[in-house]
Each structure stands twice: as structure tokens, then as C-alpha cells.
């Protein structure tokens, strides 16, 4: 049975920082993704990162969020520095692309 599991979102001021997690257990994927969903707005993408390391990132979060992945346990983290309020929203991780899994999300509230 394919799990995946997110964690550590939370509440924190203007400029904190915040890691996001997300495991996969039940199945070998190499590419996975962290998209957002703030209220009243559409789902949108955050990073990517693929099988060769390669990364991608949505242009209001360059220089300010890093992707990666341990491919040996099969988990994903994002590590999100400089918060602001617009980075508010629940996010979710997402391994594989073409038959892909999503995690159940984690809230993320940038609030002073």
C-alpha cells in the first residue's frame, strides 16, 4: 500500500523559516513536488525535483525555498526561509508525475 505522509507545517512570523517533510512509503519514486493551495485561489507549483537532481521553482519563491530529497529513506522536504504573508496556504507534496501520490497537505500560516 502506497502512504505518503507530510509534516511540519505551522505558524510563524514575517522573514521565520519552516521545513516541510513528506514520506513515501510502499513504492520507489525519484521525482516529487511541493505545489500550494491558498484560500479562495487555485492549486499552484512551489519546486520540483527530479530523478537526476535537477530542480525547478515557481518564481515567487526563488532564492528563498530549497527542494530536496533523501532517495535512500524516500523522503522530500522543502526548507522555506524568508516567509511572507503570501506564502500562506495548506501545501502539498506530490511524488511521481505521470501516476503520481499526494500527500494531505500541511497548513503554513506566515502571520505577525
Known amino acids: 500500500q502506497v502512504q505518503v505522509k507530510e509534516s511540519g507545517g505551522g505558524v510563524v512570523q514575517p522573514g521565520g523559516s519552516l521545513t516541510l517533510s513528506c514520506a513515501l512509503s510502499g513504492l520507489s519514486i525519484a521525482s516529487m513536488g511541493w505545489y500550494r493551495q491558498a484560500p479562495g485561489k487555485q492549486r499552484e507549483f512551489v519546486a520540483l525535483?527530479?530523478?537526476?537532481?535537477?530542480?525547478q521553482y515557481a518564481d515567487s519563491v526563488k532564492g528563498r525555498f530549497t527542494i530536496s530529497r533523501d532517495k535512500v529513506k524516500h523522503v522530500g522536504y522543502l526548507q522555506m526561509n524568508d516567509l511572507r504573508p503570501e506564502d500562506t496556504a495548506v501545501y502539498y507534496c506530490r511524488w511521481g508525475t505521470v501516476d503520481s501520490y499526494w500527500g494531505q497537505g500541511t497548513q503554513v500560516t506566515v502571520s505577525s
Open positions: 525535483i527530479v530523478t537526476d537532481d535537477s530542480t
